[in-house]
């Protein structure tokens, strides 16, 4: 026995200087070197049946390997450990015969030896049933060990597993406590967020090209302070802005209020010059919560504007006249507007059958065209304005021809045209 430990302490040194003769980073080396450590080991925890499982799969999955010598030798020593001295013969008979040359041979066993010469002698060499029996029970024990092992980290690994999962699960469940606290909050907020918008209306009409103002008082009803987006709903055109009350220069876009606060202001507008009179139009504004973008309060009006509504007419006193007819046209101009028509220019053309005779006690210039052109200062609310012109129907003129003249109506002071089809008269024969 003292013998054979010699020679195992032996092939510990030869492996030693195997291993650190390796060369770094060769896989295959590793890979059988790694095998082979494994069933060393297993040896000296006297598992001699899982040292020889694992020897045959290194030289099964390594049959060249350079630790193949040792390999036979750990595989004889092993299964003569294990009560197969068969197998232990043929594992030294075939490490001789592989390694004649080794200096290993000299560490062989003389009892390996022995039943190596006996086994080439055709003697057939019975089992150590004691031996055997004794490394069954090792390599049955380990194999509990090992699943008891196995099994212990299993349970380690489930109860990781559901400490996990019950961290995760209160994670979760804080998490959707925050969530909840979170909407609520939100929701209390939302609801505390109340304004009062008041946008005052005068009832007056504004007039054409003049600026308008709407006072309008926004005041936060809620608890807390709060923070506005302001907009306007007004057409283009109107230029509108919100001010504060007595400063229309500073154009606000953002308002907050403090709980209670109201703030005082006005739309500032400027009333196309192109409305006609009595037009209304929508305009109003909205608060939008900075905080919650889909709360909001709005407030509308209708403003409306105040214009001079001009029209013209221009008629022969008779609706039937002949060719050669001398007679007179009434041109006429009426304001029907809420504003008084000022600066006014009126053109009128007759019609090609009629010639100008005259305008007494008015005056006009004649273009070389043959438009009149009168001028009129200023024409009251509900009143009209009259100018009488002679004219003739020409000799030439075709029975049943209608005579429609056109009237151009230039208001200087809003720089706005119109343009009128006079009355028709008929032409009969006489």
Do not use: W
């Not at 082979?36 to 006297?46: C, G, P, R, T």
């Not at 560490?107 to 089992?127: F, N, P, W």
């Not at 008084?340 to 090609?352: C, G």
């Amino acid at each position: 026995m003292i013998y054979f430990i010699k020679n195992s302490i032996k092939i510990l040194l030869l492996l030693a200087i195997i291993f650190t003769s390796f060369v770094p980073g060769n896989a295959s080396e590793i890979e059988d070197s790694t095998i082979f450590v494994e069933a060393f080991n297993a040896y000296q925890q006297k598992d001699y049946l899982l040292a020889v499982e694992k020897c045959d799969q290194l030289n099964q999955i390594f049959p060249d390997s350079p630790l193949r010598d040792v390999t036979l030798l750990l595989i004889s020593r092993a299964s003569l450990k294990s009560g197969d001295n068969e197998r232990a013969a043929k594992a030294v008979i075939m490490f001789s015969n592989e390694f004649p040359e080794s200096n290993l041979r000299t560490s062989v066993e003389d009892e390996l030896k022995v039943l190596a010469s006996r086994h080439q002698k055709g003697e057939i060499l019975t089992s150590d049933n004691t031996l055997q029996t004794a490394a069954r029970k090792v390599r049955s024990d380990k194999l509990a060990q090992e699943r008891i092992a196995k099994e212990k980290l299993e349970m380690e690994r489930a109860a990781k597993i559901r400490a996990e999962q019950e961290r995760l699960a209160r994670i979760k469940q804080e998490e959707e406590r925050r969530e909840k606290e979170r909407l609520m909050a939100e929701k209390l907020a939302r609801e505390s967020i109340k304004v009062s918008i008041i946008l005052r209306e005068d009832g007056l009409p504004v007039s054409v090209g003049s600026t308008g103002a709407l006072p309008i008082e926004i005041s936060n009803k809620g608890k807390n302070s709060e923070d506005f987006l302001l907009t306007l709903t007004a057409a283009k055109e109107y230029d509108a802005i919100l001010t504060r009350a007595n400063q229309t220069e500073e154009k606000i876009t953002r308002l907050k209020l403090a709980a209670g606060e109201t703030f005082k202001g006005a739309v500032i507008f400027r009333m196309p010059v192109d409305m006609v009179d009595g037009h209304r139009s929508v305009m109003g504004i909205k608060a939008i919560s900075s905080k919650f973008g889909d709360i909001s309060f709005q407030k509308e009006t209708v403003i409306i504007s105040a214009a001079p509504l001009v029209r013209a007419d221009a008629k022969l006193v008779k609706q039937k006249v002949t060719p050669g007819e001398k007679l007179r046209c009434r041109l006429t101009v009426l304001n029907v507007g809420s504003l008084p028509a000022q600066q006014l220019t009126i053109r009128l053309q007759l019609p090609p059958q009629v010639d100008f005779l005259g305008a007494p006690d008015v005056p006009f210039i004649q273009e070389p065209n043959g438009a009149l052109v009168f001028k009129i200062n200023q024409i009251e609310i509900g009143k009209l304005a009259e100018m009488y012109l002679d004219v003739k129907v020409r000799e030439d003129s075709i029975v049943g021809q209608k005579l429609r003249g056109q009237i151009e109506v230039i208001n200087g002071s809003l720089q706005k045209r119109d343009i009128f089809t006079a009355s028709s008269s008929i032409i009969t024969g006489k």
